[in-house]
């Protein structure tokens, strides 16, 4: 087999027309990171609120507990369960025999006192007469005036023998005392009740009704101004949260606020009426209250979704000169929604990343988009 041999003169040829080709192209130009586009937001101060929960237990603003006043058996329930009342209607009635004798013989006592007494009193004027005649002693004088007087005393206590006696009995029957609702009968005829604590039932006004909140200490003063605020209905400050999650919409208004602070829990009672002609809300339900926090002066806020959490602060992209963005640690207020207030670190005017960061280091130039 032939070898054929390339001659070094046949090299330096090959070498100088690579060279002169290579020369004929212009050398690449070095270039600069390419921006990453982002979405930006100009920070603005406006007007502010937020919402904040309760939880909240409905209560009656009227409700009065029906007790036995004078001992005895059931002997009459006029009303049905949960059944509307008005007030004066009769509801219970306690066995009255023993309680109509009483009466009637306290009757008869004070008649037969008022007899004595006037009997007396007859007396004591035909003595008195006589003894300016001077036809008996001074001493049946004396007699006929003491008679008198203990006349007088006894007709006194008949009195408030037949007051007692008429007082029990017309307790042996029980009346509403308001218009509103009765509740489930905790007794049924024929039920020996006793005075002053066997509880026969509950009667409370539904419309209006109240919910009671618990309040920090804290926010008393904000809460005394809403009392006092006679906007708070047609703004609609206290909505309710019911347990279904549905609301409802009527307004409410503080009625009162309690008069001291729980010691235990820092917290303060609060309570808020709200029309109920409907029936709605029940005495003894479950809610929550959301109450409408408007600050009085604006805000510098910027979307929350543009703040980024490193190691427990809180920092924004901000785009300066030459479209590049650095970190800015924020110190943040309340947030609401979508949006979150700016205590420090920001200021009015300036852009920030909103959407995008996650995508940036500091330093890095930005290309803001349209969304």
Do not use: W
């Not at 037969?112 to 049946?140: C, F, G, P, W």
Request: hydrophobic residues 40%.
């Amino acid at each position: 087999m032939k070898f054929k041999f390339i001659t070094p003169g046949i090299l330096l040829f090959s070498a100088a027309v690579l060279t002169s080709c290579g020369s004929s192209e212009k050398p690449a130009q070095a270039t600069g990171p390419a921006a990453t586009p982002v979405s930006v937001y100009t920070v603005t101060e406006q007007e502010f609120s937020t919402v904040d929960a309760y939880p909240g237990v409905v209560v009656a603003l009227n409700e009065v507990e029906l007790r036995a006043e004078v001992g005895g058996y059931i002997t009459g329930i006029f009303v049905q369960d949960g059944q509307k009342v008005s007030k004066g209607q009769k509801l219970y009635e306690i066995d009255r025999t023993n309680y109509l004798a009483a009466y009637n013989s306290a009757k008869a006592n004070l008649e037969v006192s008022k007899a004595n007494h006037n009997k007396a009193k007859k007396d004591a004027e035909r003595y008195t007469n006589l003894a300016k005649q001077e036809a008996i002693a001074q001493q049946r004088v004396d007699y006929a005036l003491t008679d008198l007087a203990n006349a007088a005393s006894q007709v006194a206590v008949a009195e408030a023998s037949l007051a007692t006696a008429k007082a029990n009995l017309n307790r042996s029957v029980i009346f509403s005392p308001m218009n509103g609702t009765i509740g489930i009968s905790q007794v049924k005829p024929g039920a020996l009740v006793t005075q002053g604590s066997t509880l026969l039932n509950t009667v409370s006004a539904n419309d209006p009704i109240a919910v009671d909140i618990a309040v920090n200490q804290n926010d008393i003063s904000r809460f005394s101004k809403l009392q006092h605020d006679q906007s708070v209905v047609k703004d609609a400050v206290f909505s309710i949260e019911l347990q279904d999650k549905s609301s409802y919409q009527l307004p409410g208004k503080i009625v009162a606020i309690d008069r001291a602070v729980d010691p235990g829990t820092g917290t303060i009672k609060v309570r808020i009426s709200y029309p109920n002609a409907k029936g709605t809300l029940f005495s003894g339900m479950t809610c929550n209250v959301k109450v409408l926090n408007k600050f009085e002066n604006k805000q510098l806020t910027i979307p929350y979704k543009a703040v980024s959490e490193q190691l427990g602060e809180y920092m924004v992209y901000v785009v300066g000169d030459s479209s590049k963005a650095e970190q800015r640690i924020l110190k943040l207020g309340v947030q609401a929604n979508e949006q979150i207030v700016v205590l420090s670190g920001l200021k009015a005017g300036e852009v920030i990343v909103s959407e995008g960061a996650q995508n940036l280091r500091p330093g890095a130039v930005v290309q803001p988009t349209s969304k």
